[in-house]
């Protein structure tokens, strides 16, 4: 067999609209950024990758492009080696937006990603075969997304409101349900909280139980409450909450609350890395664990991760943040690729209305996409739209997420606390 060897990547940082999304540390600026990555081959194969934009991970992604160039698109260990070396000593840690609310992921799984998204694309181009082919072969033809809800406002402050409006009680949260289900077909709700009061927010949850009775339902507060508060709050939503996700920071604070409730807890915030599941099985902590391939280390490291959680008995969901059409192939195929991915994954997919693929392939529904079943990814970029997100990179002025910088601009009182209530 021939080898495909990397002779060049470009790594394009492009901005997008997003609107005024609040959640436990802040509120969504009004451009989201990731970086788009392309590969370049000697055999004229090119492949793509999408991840974070944030400055110091573009420095890494940058550092770990030259570092590949030259190797063979198979070698995908050793090149997760060679960025182990790139990155040695380098913690990480600084950019707490780039996943939202996670520091302690792995440099290198994060930075890796991208490249081995790319890197299968590429493969699958060359086999002429589709990605989950690639991992394993598809399980399922569809992939189930949940709705997304977000307490927001109706548009960023000094812009005019956005067509979602305002939501910042039940009633719009569950009239913002019926659009996203209407639109999309959802059959899932995932509501993100640690915004209001826990009170309210069981308020909200309570209202979507009755107007979507049956759809399963999961209220995400980033670690906002305290243990007794998380306590509290999933004694009064038994029996209603699918799952209750990272109520509380810390594996020791979950588990304590998931001593005191049967509500099974879920993760994005805890188990953030390999190194977090021995601790959290032995203690444990979570019943279910949110994967997601940008920062697990891409598509093979995330069914890594996915065989892990079926030998100890968790469940496997998956994690979204802003993002865009590569992001969602990628999530798709190793969704249809993973058995035990049970449970419909996140996407923000509802709040973004410009991308950098050409329209067509992924769509959603009843609430699913079907997984693309051309060669490689499936996608395609759309060169016109990458120059100009890639302009509005250069010209909105954001170099990295900072949902707290950004609601202290508008509000100078406002702390950031975890856990706050
Ligand atoms: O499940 C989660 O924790 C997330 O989706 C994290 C994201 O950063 C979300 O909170 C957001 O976009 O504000
Ligand atoms: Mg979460």
């Not at 492009?14 to 959640?23: G, K, S």
């Not at 809800?149 to 812009?159: C, D, I, R, T, V």
């Not at 994005?268 to 391939?293: E, I, K, Q, T």
């Not at 969602?328 to 709040?351: E, G, Q, R, S, V």
Request: aromatic content about 6%.
């Amino acid at each position: 067999m021939t080898d495909i060897r990397i002779t060049g990547v470009t790594i394009t940082p492009v901005a997008f609209r997003d609107p005024a999304l609040l959640n436990a540390v802040g509120v969504h600026e009004p451009f989201a950024l990731r970086a788009i990555v392309e590969v370049a081959t000697d055999q004229g194969v090119t492949g793509l990758g999408e991840t974070y934009a944030d400055d110091g991970h573009l420095r890494r992604l940058r550092a770990a492009a030259d570092a590949l160039t030259g190797m063979d698109v198979y070698a995908l260990g050793a090149m997760h080696r060679a960025l182990a070396g790139v990155l040695a000593g380098d913690s990480g840690t600084d950019g707490s937006g780039l996943t939202g609310m996670i520091t302690t992921s792995s440099a290198v799984d994060r930075v890796f990603s991208p490249f081995e998204v790319a890197c299968l694309d590429i493969q699958g181009k060359a086999a002429g075969r589709p990605v989950s082919d690639l991992l394993g072969g598809a399980v399922r033809d569809r992939v189930p997304f949940s709705a997304y809800l977000f307490y927001k406002w109706a548009g960023h402050p000094g812009e005019a409101p956005d067509d979602w409006g305002a939501a910042l009680d039940p009633e719009a949260l569950v009239a913002q349900a019926r659009r996203m289900i209407t639109e999309y077909g959802f059959t899932a709700i995932k509501l993100k909280g640690g915004v209001r009061p826990p009170e309210e927010e069981i308020q909200a949850i309570l209202a979507l139980r009755e107007a979507f009775p049956g759809v399963p339902l999961r209220l995400d507060p980033n670690a906002a409450w305290t243990v007794p508060t998380s306590i509290e709050v999933a004694r009064r939503l038994e029996g209603v909450l699918e799952y209750l996700e990272d109520p509380t920071p810390g594996l020791d604070g979950m588990a304590g609350v998931a001593r005191e409730t049967p509500v099974p807890l879920a993760t994005n915030m805890c188990v953030v890395a390999f190194g977090h599941l021995a601790p959290a099985v032995a203690r444990g902590a979570v019943r279910v664990v949110l994967s997601d391939h940008h920062y697990w280390g891409g598509l093979h490291r995330s069914r890594l991760l996915s065989g892990i959680c079926d030998t100890f008995g968790m469940g496997l969901s998956m994690h979204s943040n802003s993002h865009l059409g590569i992001s969602l192939a990628a999530m798709t195929h190793l969704a249809a690729a993973t058995p035990n991915l049970t449970y419909a994954c996140d996407t923000h997919w509802p709040w973004k209305s410009e991308d950098v693929v050409v329209p067509g392939v992924l769509g959603f529904t009843d609430g699913a996409v079907r997984v693309p079943t051309g060669p490689g990814l499936g996608v395609e970029l759309d060169r016109d739209a990458l120059a100009r997100l890639h302009e509005q990179y250069l010209t909105c002025g954001l170099r990295s997420r900072d949902d707290t910088g950004y609601m202290r601009r508008i509000d100078p009182d406002y702390e950031k606390k975890s856990p706050r209530w």
